[in-house]
Every structure is written in structure tokens, then in C-alpha cells.
């Protein structure tokens, strides 16, 4: 049977169930027709039921939240910290919304990572996940967060976490993930709103033909709008004018015109003309596809909206023009909405005039900053010479760091720094391939470019005031031996006997203070010589500090960098604090809540990794703005080390001292 004899079918059997003609669809074995993934506002929802629930979904703060963020109510349920423990329990039937695309080899976070959290409370911690965590870091948590396998709470089986994880990466531009988690769950248990999600998300990505052939195959199990519309949409695609017509009738007399994007875009299409750009704000996914078919663009100003469906739309469309496109991807990359990789297929897209390429060091620069970016790569990935290759990227990555790309450029140029010989020959390109290897965690061959640097540094040359300047990062990402103790072995060792109520005189760096390895370990050997070079690496960088013409960016970066340490149990230096003990002392910070403080706290110190993951992201959301507390950034740091995070919370705080560097 065809799509457009189904469809038929629907709706006569609706016009024998009500007694009239064409009838606004009524509820299905799917009960009534969802709102789409894409517009809802995730963060003003409690939880998200499965069809059937007694309980609506309450889109407000009404009503009460038994669970909150870590309630010690009986309803809790707790699952072994130690998930390869031989244990003890009751078979029960097993879960589908447990369903995850990665295990703890994959970068999960393991099956117990609900330990301690209500169901209900833990799709309330998905839903108000950002859709734009603020770090590149925090990104890659949130997304192994939504994608990990693990046991769920069942004091509240109709809530469905397993729709608010996908509407949370389709929400936050995650297609794939989306696509993937959507297709592992058994076909039987997804539902309207599952089926809706993962023909959303191919729509977003520009996947028009796979969203087409999903379509047909869900087409006869639903009856809500959002499948009329989609069924007119595939057959404009498919340029079969008889069968949209159709089903776009079919809109109109059940619906009305109520629409009027849909409908203005219909028209468009059929007549060759361009669609009002009024009826183009808050585009959802059906909008872009239908767009892509009348073949007109975007408009630009929905690159300033910060809506992550228009904004991938923009960088995939053809019709898309060249400029708009690469800041359009420009601005993706950088929210994570699209990989480095990505990024530099659309930049090697760009057509340079070969003899531009050549002079790309000595040309003037392009007069919008992403075609410039283009020009640099594209010349440096031409280039065959590596000493020709290493000076281009020297002027990208010089550019970037000026603009506050320098992260970006570091994810999108590490590919082609990895091709550059590790020897004294490129002892000048030593320091910026240095900061890229580790802003991309290549710390193996970070280490390798560290020790050219230091090999080469002599009179002659800055490379010593620039590694004095770059010591923080050094130390934090372990390329440099501070004389602290191994937070692997103490930090996560305390975590553990705090679990099984034991007292213990072991460190707890950071979430309350750092403690010193002497008043916790005085039995332990202490790398005296490491430690007085840390001492002596750190009165360098203080001084060059104390130097710098911006004193008020001079005062905040330090304030983050001994939080940070404290965070990692690094030491700072006797009398580092009294230099920025000025008054006045009150200061206006932007911080976060001490909701989302408490919680980190809590979720650290009982070994809950799903709420301290989600509390730190949140935290991290102040990353980027004015004045930000950095206290509440390096209690990140170490919440993530108590709970086995260690890697995690290095890469953080690195991303942090770099993406502050000017």
C-alpha cells in the first residue's frame, strides 16, 4: 500500500470513528499528539512521560518534586559503585529505556552512574542539561552522559528519561547521537515521540532522503500532524506534485491554515518564488527541509538567534552564500554543534585562486575573519614543505589566539600540526605546537614539543619567558612535576572511604578548600626538588604576571589558576594569596546557584556520577561570561576528580587556562 493510500485510509477511518468528515486526528494507541522535540523547552519541563502516564508532564515548576537533586527519600534506588562486583539481587523485567550507545570502554560512565538519583530527578537533570554547555569539555560530558548504558531508577517507571535524553541531543545539535540512541531502542518501545525525534534530527543534518525513507517506514503506525506534513514534505522532495497535493489537503481540512510557515513555504516551492522572510523565525526541522527544496537560503539574521536548528541549517545548505556559510560554521564548531573535521571540509570548499594560496602570508587580510581562516588552511594543508606548512600555521594560530579562537584553530589544525617534524629545527613553532597538542589532549606528543622547547630556550631566543608563561597549563596537564600528590591515588582513594564510612586523613583538594599533603600525609615522601621548582616556575610566572599592562586580566587569571590548583591539591605559593588581598573586598561575581553548589557537593562526596557530572556542567556555564567566579570553576574540576573523572577534569581545567589566555 502507498503512503498516499494509507494516508486515505487514516482519515476515512477517523470520518466513520466521529460521525463527520475530515476531523482533526484523534488520540491513537500513542494517546495524544506530542509536541515536537524541537520545541520544546527542555529546562522548563519536570520530567517527560510515556504515553499512557497517569501523571501529565508538567511543563512548569508547579506541584511538588519529591525526588529534587539527591532527596535521601526511601525511593531511591542504588546500585552497586562497583559494577563488576559479584552481587546479589532480584531479577526484574529488564528496562528498555536503559538502552545507551556507549559502555565504559567507549567512554561511558558506567551503570551505576544513577546511584542515588530519583527517576524523576534524573529526567529533571537531563532536561535542564544546556543546550550550549559553555565548554568544549563540558560538551563531550553532557553528550557521554545522554548516550551511556546504565540502570535506572524504577520508583517512577512512566517517566520516560529515555525521551528527555534524545530530546536533549537533538536540543543540543547532537544528531548522531540522537539518530543512534533513537535506533537502539526495540522498535516496539519508541513511540510517536521517538519516532518524530529521529526523523527531526536526519532533517536537521540535511538528511532528506534518509528522513523520507523513516518516514514511510513509521507512516502507518501514526496519525498526528507532523506525519501530514512530513508525508507533503517527501513528496515535494520527490517532485510527485499529485501526492503533495494531496496530502497537503489534507493538512489544510483537518488543521486549517494555522501554519503559515508550512503553507507559505508549500507556495513557494510550487511557484518558483521566494517565501516571505517574515514566516522564517524559530525554524524547526520540516521548515530547513522544505527550504533546502525551494532552494532558497536561510536568512542571515537566524545565525544571531542561537537556535541550533538554523544555525546547522545554515552551514549545510547549498543555497547558503560562501560568507554567511563559513561563519555560519565558524559559530558551529565553536558551540559544538559541528566537528573540527567538518569544519575543515567546508573551509577547503572555499574557492582561492591558487596564486592567493602561494601569497596567503603576504596578502591582505580577508575582509570576513572566517574566509581568512579558510585561506591559512587551505594554503597550510597545500603545502608540502613543513617549514612552509609550519609558518602558515604560525599566522593562523598568531590570528586566532588575538581573536579568541585559539581552541578552535587548535581542534581544527592539529591533523596538520601531527605532520610537522618534532625536532630543533622547529624550535621556534615548539610553543604554539605545544599548546595545540595539549589543548587537543595529544599529551604524549605534547610532552615530546615541551622537551624541544626547553632544549632550545637560551639568551638568544623567548622561548623560556614563554614556557614561564604557559607553567600553569604545564602543571596542571602533568607535563610538569609540581611536587603534588596523585590525585588518581589520593583524591579518588578519599572518595572511596568516605563511601564506606571510614574516617580517613587522606586529602580532599577543592569543594570546601585544599588541604596541604603535609597536614594530611606527614609520613609521605615529598619530591623536594620537584617541589622547589614549582616554587621557582611559579615566582617566573608571577612576575611576568605582574608585568602585563591589564592588570584587572592579570588579577582574574591568577585568582584561576591558584583555584585550579587548589582544585588539583597543586601548591600555591606562600604569600601568592596576600598579592591579590586588595581591597576593595566585596566584588560583583556571576557564579551559580548554591543549589548547584550543594549538589556538586553532594553528588561528589556519595560517589553519584550522573548529578556531579550534570552539576558541573552547570557550573561550567558561567565559563564564559564577565567575571566569573573561579572558585565555583575549579570545585568543577575537583568534584569531577572524586567521582574517577580525573582525564575529564585536567581537560577542563586546561580548556579553562587556555580559552582565558589573550
Known sequence: MTLRSRLLLQTCLLAMMTGTGLAPGTASAQNSAPVPLFLKQEAQQDAVTQPGNDTPA???????????????????????????????????????EAVGTLDPSQGGLGVDMWNGTTRKSAAKLVSELPATPATHTARDLQQRLLLSVAALPQDMPKVSLLEARVAKLINMGALDGAIDLVRATPQGSRGAMLAQAEVNALLIAGRIDDACATIESYSASYDEMFWLKAAAMCALHANDPTSAAFSVDLVREMDGESDATFFGLVAAIRSGTAVNADLLTDLRPIDIALLSIAKQSIPESQLETGNAVSIIGLTNAAATPTDVRLEAAHKAENLGLISAQQLGDIYSAVNFDPADLEDA???????????????????????????????????????????????????????????????????????????????????????????????????????????????????????EDTGAPKPDDDAVQVNQDVMNGATTNQPRFGLGGAVTQAQTQPSRTVDLQALTDHRSRMTEWQEIQAARSDQA?????AELVYNLYDGFGIEVPEGAWNSLLIAPYAEERTTISSAVNHYLRVGATGNQKAKTVAMAIQAQQIATMPNADPKALADTVAALTMVGLQADAQHLAVELLLASDR
Open 58 to 96: 508538567n511543563n512548569g515548576t508547579t506541584g511538588s518534586n519529591p525526588g529534587g537533586f539527591g532527596s535521601g527519600s526511601t525511593s531511591v534506588d542504588s546500585f552497586p559503585s562497583d559494577p563488576n562486583a559479584v552481587q546479589s539481587v532480584t531479577l526484574q523485567a529488564i528496562d528498555a
Open 361 to 479: 602570508l603576504d596578502d591582505a587580510a580577508e575582509g570576513v575573519q572566517a574566509r581568512q581562516y579558510a585561506k591559512l588552511y587551505q594554503a597550510a594543508a597545500k603545502s608540502d614543505v613543513p617549514a612552509v606548512r609550519a609558518e602558515i600555521l604560525a599566522a593562523l594560530f598568531e590570528t586566532a589566539q588575538i581573536e579568541g579562537d585559539f581552541l578552535q584553530a587548535a581542534r581544527l589544525c592539529a591533523p596538520l600540526v601531527e605532520e610537522i617534524p618534532i625536532n630543533g629545527d622547529f624550535s621556534w613553532f615548539a610553543i604554539t605546537a605545544l599548546k595545540t597538542s595539549i589543548a587537543v589532549n595529544s599529551i604524549e606528543r605534547a610532552a615530546s614539543w615541551h622537551q624541544v622547547a626547553k632544549s632550545s630556550a637560551n639568551p638568544g631566543n623567548d622561548i623560556s619567558s614563554r614556557l614561564s608563561l604557559l607553567y600553569p597549563v604545564l602543571a596542571i596537564s602533568g607535563l
Open 553 to 557: 586580566a592579570a588579577r582574574r587569571n
